[in-house]
């Protein structure tokens, strides 16, 4: 069974940057597109960003050109580039699968501060 390890949050100032990382411990891009949710306070959790297998993206206009999803296929392992980080960035950030879920990680808390 897959597991998601997401790491890299943290506190930072708005207009700051944050690379988050999420390590899966067996292969998740055979076929599967891959995403970063994010479930702000008292909020629902939101796909934000996908990623498919062949490296297409797509962004919600939240996000846009602002943050950016990479991929390392030989460590199994998605990144998030974040830039320009806004308030209403803050939240709970997790990766996983569009397509084909796996179980939720444990995620990995982003604070902006304005």
């Known amino acids: 069974q897959v597991q998601l390890v997401e790491s890299g949050g943290g506190l930072v100032q708005a207009g700051g940057s944050l690379r988050l990382s999420c390590a899966a411990s067996?292969?998740?891009?055979?076929?599967?597109?891959m995403g970063w949710y994010r479930q702000a306070p008292g909020k629902q959790r939101e796909l934000i960003v996908i990623?498919?297998?062949?490296?297409?993206?797509v962004y919600a206009d939240s996000v846009k050109g602002r943050f950016t999803i990479s991929t390392d296929n030989a460590k199994n392992t998605v990144y998030l580039q974040m830039n320009s980080l806004k308030p209403e960035d803050t939240g709970v950030y997790y990766c996983?699968?569009?397509?084909?879920?796996?179980?939720w990680g444990q995620g990995t808390q982003v604070t902006v501060s304005s």
């Open positions: 996983n699968g569009v397509l084909q879920r796996y179980s």
């Open positions: 067996g292969s998740i891009f055979s076929g599967n597109t």
């Open positions: 990623i498919t297998s062949n490296g297409y993206s």
